[in-house]
């Protein structure tokens, strides 16, 4: 069935390093992929999303990877700062699915 | 634009009593998603629905729990004789459109259901 799974469920980085957070999917019909910051108490906050066709996709301080042909999805946040902070949540759906399937979440703490 | 509303935030209930919990997706949005977070997890979808219609409930337990989304107000999601299983938290997100692989949901706050 469809599921969401992440390789490391902890990552802890030095402020300013850069942060690289892995997912992995098993849905090949899987066409929209989104990933999600929470921070404690809150709700997901959108933070970038990449669609099948492509592989890479940037934002501000923040890449997303796509490797289809391995079913797997990354966050690379650049630079990275307290605020940082939060669990991390990649999200997959599909064209037809309506709903997001999500994986358990990685929790990235930042050392000083 | 105010955001996607929820309340309450916090919520407790005894074994057995009713839950009701509120949604007020963004302006301009007319489709609405539930979702259930326990301790430590994902989050799990329970149920989508857009005004008067209920999409796919795929997610949804068989029983005791129910979701509307009236013409005029906000989505509802009830949870009758709650037990302690039920407690998590419990996110809904609105989207402009359907969903379909296509389009972001923006998520609120939550409600934290506590069961005694």
């Known amino acids: 069935g469809e599921s969401v799974g992440l390789h490391l469920p902890t990552l802890s980085v030095q402020e300013g390093d850069n942060s690289i957070i892995n997912c992995a999917y098993s849905n090949s019909a899987s066409d929209y992929f989104i990933w999600y910051k929470q921070e404690s108490g809150k709700g997901p906050q959108f933070i970038i999303d990449i669609r099948s066709n492509m592989d890479k996709r940037q934002g501000q301080r923040v890449t997303v990877l796509l490797n289809k042909t391995v079913k797997h999805l990354s966050l690379q946040i650049a630079a990275t700062q307290p605020g940082d902070s939060a669990v991390y949540f990649c999200a997959e759906t599909f064209q037809g699915a309506q709903k997001l399937v999500f994986g358990q979440g990685t929790r990235l703490t930042i050392n000083p | 634009n105010a955001g996607v509303m929820q309340n309450p935030r916090h919520l407790v209930r005894r074994r057995g009593q009713e839950a009701r919990l509120r949604c007020s997706p963004m302006k301009g949005h007319s489709h609405v998603y539930w979702y259930r977070q326990l301790p430590e997890e994902g989050l799990k979808f329970m149920v989508y629905l857009q005004k008067e219609n209920i999409i796919d409930e795929s997610g949804m337990p068989k029983e005791r729990f129910s979701a509307e989304f009236p013409k005029e107000g906000p989505s509802i999601l009830r949870i009758q004789q709650v037990v302690r299983g039920d407690s998590a938290a419990y996110f809904c997100?609105?989207?402009?459109?359907?969903?379909?692989?296509?389009?972001?949901?923006?998520f609120g706050p939550g409600t934290r259901l506590t069961v005694t």
């Open positions: 997100a609105s989207s402009p459109r359907g969903t379909g692989g296509l389009y972001e949901q923006y």
